[in-house]
């Protein structure tokens, strides 16, 4: 391997054969010799090549089953390969998950030796680091307390205290920030920037964006045990949430189209009906998935059953089923309907921008007959009926975007 | 011992060591929790064992009245058994009690069955202490020839370690074989020459028996610090080396057994 390659992923196969009856006694083996076991095979990597550079920190993205951690594993030496190769070029602190090996009965002193030996460190070298490993931790009043009298954070503050102090080559990190309070995770933040600077290499898999964008200098997307894009962080992002884009839109279709065959929620007089209700978006296609700041439009289809004399519509965007947030009604924006007779029919459409940012929102419409605006008859409501998914490329607080201009100047 | 334990394809051979020695102690330390008296009260269930089997088999049986030192050679061959039964079925839980270390790290799997054995192997020091004070205290002369205890046990805990990766391993797989190593055991306490004389027991069945390991130490062990007449392997087959043989030969088999089927139990376990 040539020196400058930390870790040489070739061509690696990995396939998890899952019994159908799981036998886990010499009876049941012994009954069933004669028996064909039927499993199901769940291929968690397929081929999967790359390289990773010393001092280079690489990022692995992928959706909840992609087989991403699998792959750690491999690399970490806890599973093995059906085929390929793996080779590793340098120490290896697999801090796959912190804490691994910590005895609740023990003090956080003994935890410490226990753990580090786990680590591979020899008790000469955890002797050098005692000191640093608890200042780091903050834990210095609790070094001869048991663990098991430690709060979760504390437990966590010392693991990771422990597994950065385990002076490896090469770290496997797998969604360690997800834990602690804001201040550790800062603490955490500022050193993987020191492991950084120092040039370590570091593989990192995590499902936060914010992360990836901030210390990658490489990242793979896996998708079903296959590579689909290696290199350029800001590509492999684009291509990791079109990944969850797509899958969202086919969850929250499915949930629509069941919401619309219950017509879940739904309260009225039945003086009208709306029957057909559809978002599109900027492209004209009919959508649950629209940009933060992109324009789309709403087409309702009403009959009436009745004679309405002020008929109005209303639709409402809700964070949750109770919350509104950005709503659009017909009285509102002084467009008058006019009186309807039983058997008319009505097209509404509106066109709007979308102000909210990334998240899942519900979709609420109604048909009233209002006598003002606050005096009103319900004819047809679909309570959050639709359920539909705003995303954004550029991060920002809060549930609404709108245009900002910014400015510094010295004064 | 580095070296030895480089052998065992230990590649980072101190580092390995230092993690073996780490969980040895820890788990003694968390049997005993740390205190000299956790230590003696768990000598109260082999002592109280012993004094049974030592009210039946001199009152009741009358077995024992004609060896010298009956106390101290069944004490001898208790503590003994109690060592082998204790470490095989500590080894064999070492792997799957510890399936969230497997699941989650990288190390030789080796290194649990290891340490395991060897925090058996501390009780069992501690426990020939006491036999050797029983011994002096009912007064058994001690002469050098006592020192060939430690061979002894060497012998018995390279056995012990073979016999354990075995179980170890195949415990992964087969939860049940726990019940059947249980009922093994006590049929092996009978088989072995623990409560009774081997002078009484036929000469044809007393070769046969003596082909395992645990009792050719057990004897070998009671002629060592008792009783220099006591019968072991070399007067019925005339030579030693079976049992040794039987002892080496479990470890090594046992061993690429062992190293064979690590490779999955992050899987399995």
């Known amino acids: 391997m040539e020196n400058d390659i930390a870790i040489k992923v070739d061509n690696v196969h990995k396939t998890f054969k899952i019994p159908h009856e799981k036998s886990s006694s010499l009876k049941s083996a012994a009954l069933n010799v004669f028996k064909r076991k039927s499993s199901t095979e769940f291929p968690a990597a397929k081929g999967i090549s790359f390289e990773v550079k010393r001092g280079e920190f690489f990022g692995i993205i992928g959706r909840n089953g992609s087989g991403k951690s699998t792959m750690l594993k491999m690399l970490a030496g806890i599973y093995l390969q059906d085929k390929g190769g793996i080779e590793i070029n340098g120490r290896l602190s697999p801090f796959l998950e912190l804490g691994v090996g910590f005895n609740p009965e023990l003090t956080a002193r003994d935890n410490i030796y226990l753990n580090g030996a786990i680590l591979g460190l020899i008790r000469k070298e955890i002797d050098e680091k005692f000191d640093e490993i608890i200042e780091f931790s903050e834990l210095e009043e609790f070094v001869d307390q048991r663990l098991k009298n430690f709060s979760s954070g504390m437990q966590v503050r010392l693991a990771f205290s422990v597994a950065i102090h385990a002076h490896a080559d090469i770290l496997f990190i797998d969604e360690v920030l997800a834990v602690g309070d804001f201040n550790f995770q800062k603490k955490c933040l500022e050193v993987f920037e020191r492991l950084k600077r120092e040039g370590k290499t570091i593989v990192f898999v995590t499902h936060s964006m914010g992360y990836v964008r901030d210390f990658c200098d490489r990242v ?56 057909k209700y559809k978002i599109f978006d900027n492209k004209g296609k009919e959508a649950v998935n629209l940009e933060t700041g992109e324009k789309f439009k709403i087409e309702l289809e009403i009959i009436f059953n009745d004679n309405v004399k002020n008929p109005a519509i209303g639709i409402m965007f809700r964070k949750n089923p109770s919350e509104n947030l950005f709503g659009i009604n017909s009285h509102y924006e002084k467009k008058i309907i006019g009186e309807k007779k039983k058997g008319d029919k009505l097209k509404f459409i509106a066109k709007s921008e979308m102000p909210l940012a990334s998240g899942t929102y519900y979709v609420t419409f109604a048909l009233s007959d209002a006598r003002s605006a606050t005096i009103y008859e319900d004819l047809d409501v679909l309570n959050n009926v639709i359920k539909i998914n705003v995303f954004s490329e550029k991060e920002y607080w809060g549930f609404i975007k709108s245009k900002v201009d910014l400015s510094v100047e010295e004064v | 011992m580095l070296k030895y334990l480089g052998m065992l394809g230990i590649k980072s051979k101190y580092r390995y060591w230092h993690l073996i020695k780490e969980i040895a102690i820890t788990d003694f330390k968390l049997k005993y929790q740390g205190s000299v008296f956790g230590y003696l009260w768990s000598l109260g269930k082999p002592l109280a064992y012993f004094g049974v089997l030592y009210v039946v088999f001199t009152s009741v049986f009358k077995l024992g009245n004609s060896i010298p030192h009956y106390p101290i050679y069944l004490l001898m061959g208790v503590v003994i058994f109690g060592f082998w039964g204790e470490a095989t079925s500590m080894a064999m839980n070492s792997i799957v009690s510890r399936g969230d270390l497997i699941r989650k790290i990288y190390f030789p799997r080796i290194v649990l069955v290891i340490a395991s054995t060897l925090t058996s192997l501390i009780t069992l020091s501690l426990n020939m202490l006491i036999v050797l004070a029983f011994a002096i205290f009912s007064g ?107 002892a080496i030969g479990i470890f090594i088999s046992g061993y690429f057994v062992f190293q064979k089927m690590a490779a999955k139990f992050a899987e399995e376990v």
Request: hydrophobic share 45%; proline share 4%.
């Open chain 1, 220 to 275: 793979a997307v896996i998708d079903k045990g296959k590579i689909i894009q290696i290199g350029d962080t800001e590509k492999a992002i684009d291509v990791y949430n079109k990944l969850n884009l797509g899958q969202e839109e086919r969850r929250i279709g499915r949930e629509n189209t069941k919401n619309k065959e219950n017509g879940s929620e739904r309260i009225g007089n039945g003086k009208a009906t709306i029957t």
């Open chain 2, 140 to 246: 058994v002369h001690i002469g050098f020839s006592a020192l060939w205890i430690i061979p002894l046990i060497i012998e018995l805990y390279i056995f012990v370690v073979g016999v354990s990766f075995y179980l170890a391993a195949l415990y992964v797989r087969f939860r049940d074989i726990g019940h059947i190593w249980e009922v093994i055991n006590q049929a092996l306490f009978y088989a072995t020459p623990i409560i009774y004389p081997l002078v009484l027991v036929p000469t044809n069945f007393a070769k046969l028996l003596m082909i395992s390991p645990l009792a050719q130490v057990i004897q070998d062990s009671r002629i060592a610090l008792i009783n220099f007449n006591a019968l072991s392997t070399k007067d019925y087959w005339g030579f030693y080396i079976i049992p040794e043989i039987i």
